[in-house]
C-alpha cells in the first residue's frame, strides 16, 4: 500500500466507507445532492452515488484525481469531460442488480400477482435487465426483451411486443441522444398499448417513462396497474401522481445493504488499478458476511412463496413511508431525499434460510432460484 496519505470526500449515504477507504486518508462526509465545488477544494478522491452531478461545474479547479460513483448508472457523470481532464472514473455496473430484481418479485409478491401465470417484457437488458431475464429463464416464464444496444438476444423483439405482455418490467439507463435515446420512450402513445389488466414496473431511470403523460393514460386505463420507484424530476417528484400508483417507492429498488456495499467494494477495487495500489488490500476484504436468519410458513403453493417474500422485503413499507412523506410536507424535495438518507437495513434474500419442510418440491425449487436457502 501506498504510505501517501489522500483526502477523499464523499457521499455521506456512501456505507462501508471506513472499511473500504479509511487507510487512505481521511474521509470527508457531505450530502450528496448539495455537494459544492469549495468542499472539494483539497480533494484527490471524490466517492459519489446518483444524485450528484459531477462536470466542469463542480470540479474545476479542484485536485480531484479520481470519481468513483458507487451506482450503477453514469448519467449522472460527465465522462467526456472527465477523460478531457485526465480524471480517472469509475461506476459500479450491475453492484445492486440482485437487489432490483428481487424488488421486482417481492412488488409482484405484494400485488398478490403470481408471476408463475404471467407473460413478462423486459426494456433494458443490461445487468438489472439481464439478470432478471436469466431468473425468469432459470423458473421457466415466457419473456420478451426491447434493447436495441443489444440485438443478439435470444429474447430481443421490438417495443410494441415487449409492452403486450402481462409484466413489464423497465431497466433501462437514461440516454438523450444518439441512435436509441430511452429519454421519454414511454409516452402517451405506448403506455396505451399496455394490455388490459397490464402490471407496469419501472425501476431503472424515472424519465424513460413521460411522467406527465402517465398520468393522463391512468386517469384513461385504470385497469393498468403501476409500480414506480423511479421518478422524472427526483428528488421534486409530481406527488399528483403518487395516488394513481399501486406502489411508490423513493429510489431505492437497489437499495439492499449488500448492494450498496457491492459498490463500495468496486470502488475500492476500481481506485486501486487507477493508483496502481497493490489489489485486495482495503481493509474490507475478507469481511464476514453478516446476518442469517431463519425464515418459516404455514401457507402453501404462492401464498408460500408470497408470504415468505414479504418477510425478507415488504414494499408496502417503503410505499407507505412515501405516501405518508407526501401528505406531511410541504418540501417533497427534502422528504424524498430524507427517505433514501435514512432508509432501513434490508438484506437480499441469501441473507435467508427456509426451516419449513412441508412446501412442494416445485415451491422450494423456485425459492432457491430466487436466492432464499
Not at 500500500?1 to 474521509?27: C, T, Y
Not at 452531478?53 to 470540479?59: H, I, K, M, Q, S
Request: hydrophobic share 45%.
Amino acid at each position: 500500500m501506498s504510505e501517501r496519505k489522500f483526502h477523499i470526500v464523499a457521499d455521506e449515504n456512501i456505507p462501508g466507507l471506513d472499511a473500504w477507504f479509511g487507510d487512505l486518508g481521511d474521509i470527508v462526509r457531505v450530502p450528496g445532492r448539495g455537494m459544492t465545488r469549495e468542499q472539494l477544494a483539497q480533494a484527490d478522491i471524490l466517492l459519489v452515488r446518483s444524485v450528484t452531478e459531477v462536470n466542469a461545474a463542480l470540479l474545476e479547479n479542484t485536485p480531484v484525481r479520481f470519481v468513483g460513483s458507487c451506482t450503477i448508472g453514469i448519467d449522472h457523470l460527465d465522462t467526456g469531460w472527465l477523460e478531457q481532464q485526465g480524471v480517472a472514473w469509475s461506476a459500479a455496473p450491475g453492484c445492486n442488480a440482485n437487489s432490483v430484481v428481487e424488488y421486482v418479485f417481492c412488488a409482484l409478491a405484494a400485488l398478490n400477482v403470481d408471476w408463475r401465470q404471467r407473460r413478462f417484457g423486459i426494456v433494458g437488458c443490461g445487468n438489472v435487465g439481464g439478470l432478471l431475464q436469466r431468473r425468469l429463464h432459470q423458473l421457466a416464464i415466457p419473456v420478451e426483451v426491447y434493447d436495441p444496444w443489444l440485438p443478439d438476444n435470444p429474447d430481443a423483439t421490438g417495443l410494441a411486443t415487449v409492452l403486450q405482455q402481462e409484466v413489464v418490467c423497465l431497466h433501462a439507463p437514461l440516454v438523450k441522444d444518439g441512435p436509441y435515446p430511452s429519454f421519454h420512450m414511454l409516452g402517451e402513445q405506448e403506455l396505451l398499448q399496455l394490455i388490459p389488466g397490464a402490471v407496469l414496473i419501472s425501476a431503472g431511470r424515472g424519465a424513460v417513462i413521460d411522467n406527465a403523460a402517465l398520468g393522463r393514460v391512468m386517469a384513461q386505463r385504470p385497469d393498468i396497474t403501476v409500480v414506480l420507484d423511479v421518478w422524472e424530476n427526483e428528488p421534486d417528484i409530481d406527488v399528483a401522481l403518487l395516488p394513481q400508483v399501486a406502489l411508490g417507492s423513493p429510489h431505492i429498488a437497489g437499495y439492499s445493504h449488500d448492494g450498496k456495499l457491492a459498490g463500495t467494494r468496486m470502488i475500492r477495487d476500481a481506485l486501486d488499478a487507477a493508483l496502481s495500489l497493490p489489489a485486495g488490500q482495503g481493509p474490507g476484504h475478507g469481511a464476514a458476511g453478516g446476518d442469517q436468519r431463519a425464515l418459516g410458513t404455514a401457507e402453501s403453493g404462492f401464498a408460500a412463496m408470497r408470504d415468505l417474500l414479504l418477510q425478507m422485503y415488504d414494499p408496502r413499507d417503503d410505499d407507505q413511508r412515501l405516501r405518508g412523506a407526501a401528505k406531511q410536507s410541504a418540501r417533497m424535495a427534502e422528504s424524498f431525499d430524507l427517505l433514501r438518507k435514512h432508509y432501513p437495513k434490508r438484506l437480499e434474500f441469501s441473507h435467508f434460510r427456509l426451516e419449513a419442510t412441508q412446501l412442494d418440491g416445485d415451491i422450494r425449487e423456485q425459492l432457491t432460484i430466487l436466492g432464499l436457502k
